[in-house]
């Protein structure tokens, strides 16, 4: 005899997976004892599924706890050890989006990413927060502050210059083993001042305009992206226009200081709003900015006309040269990548529901060999550079590194700047004696197919 369904009850329903936008603004959002509640409900419900438990170490954590408990339930679980399950958290959105069944419209109603954010938030709120990563995650005063003296900085942080390394890992606890981002004295916004004329001979001439958003580690730590972007899309005939109010906010979101990430999502959407109404698309040079614009800001902000308009308006680079592909063909002039291409699919960019774009659009060029790699980098931002976090990285991300030795392609890219330089590195590990491929961003690499860099 079958029980007759609850009203409501989602279970096998074929209903697309959705958000609810983030009450950040309300006083009970920070309630640790109400979210303490919440996660006991939904890490029972994860303990019972554990679909999850190869993502990342959350889960191996939050499993553990539960199985060494007294009662091996959760009830036997002291609430002081979710904050483990919080530090493996990259908030990378896999779970939600690819492993669990119990998403909204399901009754359930996980997001186990989005209560992680709320817990983070509500425990900053309480007790400040951490210093070291807060002033990392200053990304525009800190790229400004080093613009003058790059050459300096980079010799410093250089992970050959052990003593220096030593001493910031004392001081600060960055790990001195991680291979940092450099620093230029020319960004992408000052090799962009002048905005590329566009080929009157490509297929778009005259019926598309971009303008690029920077972000902040292209504008100041891989302006050859942004460089390349520009002259792609000028080969293709498209105007495009650099443009970089402020950094996303995704560094703030990820230590859940949700209203200077608002703050940012305001005013990033006010300055790109007069060119969206002058009919410029927005695209984005990363993935993880990418899906702030697109997803994470409407549902901070979801009363923003600006914001909602600026989502629809944005889209990322690669998935913007496979449209122009599409719709009106690619400028010739494309040759070869000798020795393969290795395209990371990094988490924020599955997380953007759009396709492995950069790999669909490096398999645009002739003869090239491309290798898709969709497992997770384990970088995250500061939990990548770390020291108390950086082995964790490193354990989430071997599984992607592996591939990418076992693919051996002469060329390693992927959405995530971030993520391509710590697999270029695990790859050294990886292939002892062996020299590591050419990192880039897959952008890069369809301009070095075109000749324009």
């Keep these: 005899m079958t029980d007759t369904p609850k009203p409501g009850a989602r279970e096998g329903s074929l209903d697309a997976p959705f958000r609810h936008p983030i009450a950040w603004r309300d006083e009970a959002y920070y309630d640790l004892v109400a979210i303490e509640t919440e996660m006991e409900r939904v890490f029972d419900i994860c303990h019972g599924c554990r679909r999850c438990f190869n993502l990342c170490d959350a889960f191996p954590r939050l499993f553990d706890i539960v199985d060494e408990s007294p009662t091996g339930e959760l009830d036997g679980v002291n609430k002081a050890d979710f904050a483990k399950v919080d530090e493996a958290c990259t908030l990378c959105d896999m779970c939600f989006l690819t492993k669990c069944p119990y998403v909204p419209p399901h009754e359930f109603d996980l997001d186990f990413p989005h209560l992680i954010l709320r817990y983070r938030a509500a425990r900053r709120r309480a007790q400040g927060g951490e210093f070291v990563r807060e002033e990392l ?141 002058q009919g410029y698309d927005v695209l984005a040079l990363t993935a993880s900015c990418g899906l702030m614009m697109k997803f994470e800001w409407p549902l901070l902000l979801p009363e923003s006309q600006a914001v909602r308009k600026l989502s629809k308006a944005t889209r990322d680079v690669s998935e913007y040269v496979v449209e122009l592909s599409k719709t009106f063909g690619l400028a010739p002039g494309l040759t070869p990548v000798e020795g393969g291409v290795a395209v990371h699919h990094a988490c924020h960019a599955r997380a953007q529901n759009m396709g492995a774009k950069s790999a669909e659009m490096l398999r645009l060029i002739p003869e090239t060999k491309v290798d898709l790699v969709e497992r997770c980098s384990g970088h995250g931002g500061t939990f990548g550079v770390m020291k108390d976090t950086y082995p964790l990285a490193q354990k989430i991300g071997k599984p992607a590194a592996r591939q990418i030795a076992k693919a051996g392609d002469a060329e390693l890219c992927s959405d995530c700047p971030l993520a391509c330089k710590h697999m270029g590195q695990m790859l050294t590990v990886e292939q002892p004696g062996v020299a590591a491929p050419r990192q880039s961003h897959p952008i890069e690499v369809l301009a070095r197919a075109y000749g324009l860099m």
């Excluded at 960004?187 to 962009?192: E, G, N």
């Excluded at 001042?193 to 891989?222: H, I, M, W």
């Excluded at 390349?228 to 230590?255: D, I, N, S």
Aim: hydrophobic share 40%; with cysteine; net charge neutral.
């Design 137 to 277: 995650g200053k990304t525009d005063r800190n790229g400004k502050l080093a613009k003058p003296f790059s050459a300096l900085i980079n010799w410093s942080t250089a992970r050959e210059n052990t003593p220096l390394r030593k001493m910031l890992e004392a001081i600060a606890g960055v790990d001195a083993e991680v291979e940092l981002p450099t620093y230029h004295s020319k960004t992408a916004t000052d090799r962009l001042k002048s905005p590329l004329e566009p080929d009157p001979a490509g297929p778009a001439f005259g019926q598309r305009k971009v303008v690029l958003y920077a972000t902040c580690f292209v504008d100041y730590n891989t302006p050859d992206t942004a460089v390349a972007a520009a002259r792609v899309l000028a080969k293709q005939g498209v105007e495009a226009k650099l443009v970089y109010p402020e950094c996303c906010g995704m560094p703030q979101l990820e230590a859940g200081d949700l209203k200077d990430v608002a703050g940012k999502a305001e005013r990033v959407a006010a300055a790109f709003a007069p060119w969206i109404e």
